[in-house]
């Protein structure tokens, strides 16, 4: 299973476009709503994601529907103000850490819920003011009458792979000795393997013949799916875009496999866990 | 190779980010310049896209750069109106019919690009209306400096299997017999694999126990990345959503080929060839 998938709610599309229904989950005795420390998870003593009843939404917050647990409705509220200037910072991954893969999966959508609201109160159409519409999975536009929906970017992610070696590269920001797999957006007018044959050809100049599907994950940072392959490519002959990876190295499965089990002697440090690079070389060296 | 694939440009993303190079390009005499009729294609005498010079375009027209075809510029222009008052009408299948699959995938992209361009004119983020940025890869904000990417909806489609048969769904806007795979947006927070779970409990109530990746196309109406699999299910029992599918049916690989092949016993009539659901079911026969 790659990272931020499992969740296990119901997502209950049926609410979504029923006005009284969802009036209805709101006034439930059960209702509970999620509860966040900024945008990362606050978690509870149990070592799972922290619930407050859904009495406790602040009045200036608008209330999503993340989906039925059972007959439980589970929500998320939304203020503009609080999802914007949520501090970067150190980040989710110490609360993740402690979190079911379930939790982090459920958190993961809320959270790109919350920042594609915060990002996008206006309408693109016209440049009204919107407001929050089918439980929180669009906004509506009361000028022009434009529906919006929450974007979901595709990323390529992929091991260009020769001679039984896989491409692993490294961007500037990365911590140190951190190699990853090659990614890139996929485009308006291309195919997913397109995509990755434009991204190998940019970012490191090596040609694919041919590509092959291995798994995908949502990403929520902001809102990527992330789409992971393997590319046999023609040569082992790089040509860098500096402005993306600053170096790039060919990996054999004996040093991939030391990377990952976290060998002193591993010749870089991988991606993390619930990653889907990770998940991606831990296919590549089982296959 | 599916449909709206095997577009031969360089996108030439080093030109978009780089405008001494971008305005070269603009000034180069071989530059050429997308004819569209509305926004479907203009087919030449030759049997593919016609071009114009770029000196042809309007004044009142922005100039997205589509690509390098070898050293020729390749530009489409852009005019809010013309974009957003193009009739949906009988549509582009006709000239499609005549064009080789490169030129419908380049001209897949550009109208894609264009109804991008033309329904996100202001900013989601504060409303401020917003220029073309990177050679019409992208818009900008004056206002708030938001930066905003052409969007790429990831769609599933998929086929259900049980017993060596696969279901097929029929929507009340299709033409008369037709069935095709169903489908449906990958929302955030799940992988492709959890959609195509989802929607097949949502439409039809059948639960998949496996999902295997088939292929990709990107769909120009407006801008989806079509991503088609199989999924085995656990039963054959249908429990229809009534607002998306008026019928389905389960179909055996011989009622299948007899489909695709056009015979007058078949018991439905397949998807046109450029949409991926006729990949997936030539693929599945395959098997």
Avoid at 183 to 208: D, K, N, T, Y
Wanted: proline share 7%; charged share 20%.
């Amino acid at each position: 299973m790659t990272g931020f998938t499992g969740a296990t709610l119901d997502r209950a599309d049926k609410i979504r476009g029923d006005a009284a229904a969802f009036a209805a989950a709101l006034r439930s005795p059960r209702a509970r709503l999620l509860r966040l420390d900024g945008l990362d998870p606050a978690v509870g003593a149990d070592g799972r994601l922290a619930w407050d009843s859904i009495a406790e939404l602040p009045n200036a917050a608008e209330p999503i529907l993340l989906g039925l647990d059972g007959e439980i409705p589970c929500f998320v509220g939304f203020e503009r103000e609080a999802a914007r200037d949520a501090p970067g910072g150190r980040g989710p991954w110490r609360a993740l850490g402690l979190l079911p893969a379930e939790d982090a999966a459920l958190w993961g959508a809320a959270r790109s819920l919350l920042l594609w609201h915060a990002r996008h109160g206006h309408c693109a159409n016209c440049g009204t003011a919107t407001v929050v519409h089918r439980a929180g999975w669009g906004r509506r536009c009361g000028a022009c009458a434009a529906e919006h929906f929450p974007r979901v970017d595709p990323v390529v992610i992929m091991l260009a792979e020769h001679g039984g070696r896989v491409l692993l590269g490294r961007q500037p920001r990365f911590p140190a000795s951190r190699y990853s797999a090659l990614a890139g957006f996929v485009e308006p007018g291309e195919s997913l393997e397109e995509a990755v044959a434009r991204e190998l050809w940019e970012e490191a100049g090596v040609r694919a013949t041919a590509v092959r599907y291995v798994a995908s994950q949502p990403w929520p940072f902001p809102s990527q799916l992330m789409i992971a392959c393997v590319a046999t490519v023609s040569g082992n002959e790089i040509t860098l875009d500096r402005d993306e990876l600053e170096h790039a190295i060919w990996c054999s499965e004996v040093e991939v496999r030391a990377a990952l089990v976290g060998d002193e002697g591993a010749p870089f440090l991988p991606p993390p866990p619930y990653a889907i690079a990770h998940t991606l070389l831990t296919h590549w060296i089982g296959e």
